[in-house]
């Protein structure tokens, strides 16, 4: 791929990553994959993933899992402590209490974890 024009910065969300390394869809994975190497030398663009299901414990060698892991940027939105883990982060003990409404969760950089609310589309308000 390109990288990002002179000087702009890139952020690339994954949703559900853990769905990629499910059986049937090695495709998708060697992909994701591949991007995960060209990401290790790529300073303009970032990547915040979700949904690290357990899928992703048999792929800690595969270069996407290696760069997540090695950035600790990503996005949470859940109080899963398995899924802080990946991300290196601890959940504070008054926000594990907390009820999550939908589309709120943490934004976790470099191990630290902050509330955060992204846009949520209310199925209930149609």
Sequence with gaps: GKPAAQGKQLLLLIDELGAAFQPGKENLAKEIN???????????????ASGLLEELRMQMASPMVRFLRQSRVGLMLSKDTNEADWLGAQIGLEYRRMTLPPGRGFYIN????????TPCLDKGTT
């Design 110 to 117: 470099k191990g630290k974890a902050e509330l955060a609310q």
């Design 34 to 48: 591949d991007l995960g190497l060209l990401l290790e030398t790529a300073s303009d663009i970032h990547v915040m």
